[in-house]
C-alpha cells in the first residue's frame, strides 16, 4: 500500500519532470532556489539533481518522504561538513511532516555515531531555521 507521503512513480513522465514534482513536494522553494542557483554555472548538474536523487531515487516506492528526510538529514548530520545542504533538508522533513522535536532527536543520535561536533553543527544549523520561523 502506498502512502499518502511518497511521490507516485508517472510513467508518462519524463525523469526531469518526475524529478521536479518530487522535489517541489519535498523542498518547496528550498529546493527551487537550489537549482536556480545553478543555472548560470552548471545548467546540467542541475538537471541531473533533479533527475537521479528526484526522478529516480526519492520516487521510488519503498520509503514513504518522512522516511526519506529522516534518513538525509542524519546522513547530512554525520557528514559534519553540510550545512547549506541540511539546512535543505532540515526544512524537507518539516514540509513533509516530521517535528522540530523528531529533527532535534535525529540529530542528536548522530552524536553516538558521527560524534559530538557533527551533532553540534547539525544542532546549530536547525536552531537557526527554527529560529527564522
Excluded: W
Excluded at 537549482?35 to 516506492?61: H, Q, T
Aim: net charge negative; charged share 20%; with cysteine.
Amino acid at each position: 500500500m502506498r502512502s499518502k507521503n511518497m511521490i507516485p512513480q508517472d510513467i508518462t513522465l519524463s525523469r526531469l519532470e518526475q524529478g521536479k514534482r518530487a522535489l517541489a513536494a519535498i523542498d518547496g522553494s528550498a529546493g527551487e532556489g537550489v537549482i536556480d542557483a545553478l543555472a548560470d554555472i552548471a545548467p546540467d548538474f542541475a538537471r541531473y539533481l533533479l533527475e537521479f536523487p528526484f526522478g529516480d531515487i526519492y520516487s521510488r516506492p519503498g520509503l514513504d518522504l518522512r522516511a526519506r528526510e529522516i534518513a538525509t538529514i542524519a546522513a547530512l548530520t554525520a557528514m559534519g561538513n553540510c550545512a547549506p545542504q541540511l539546512r535543505v533538508h532540515i526544512q524537507a522533513g518539516l514540509n513533509v511532516g516530521l517535528t522540530r522535536e523528531e529533527i532535534v532527536e535525529i540529530v542528536m543520535q548522530m552524536a553516538v555515531y558521527a560524534g559530538f561536533p557533527a551533532a553540534l553543527n547539525g544542532l546549530f544549523v536547525a536552531k537557526a531555521l527554527f529560529n527564522q520561523a
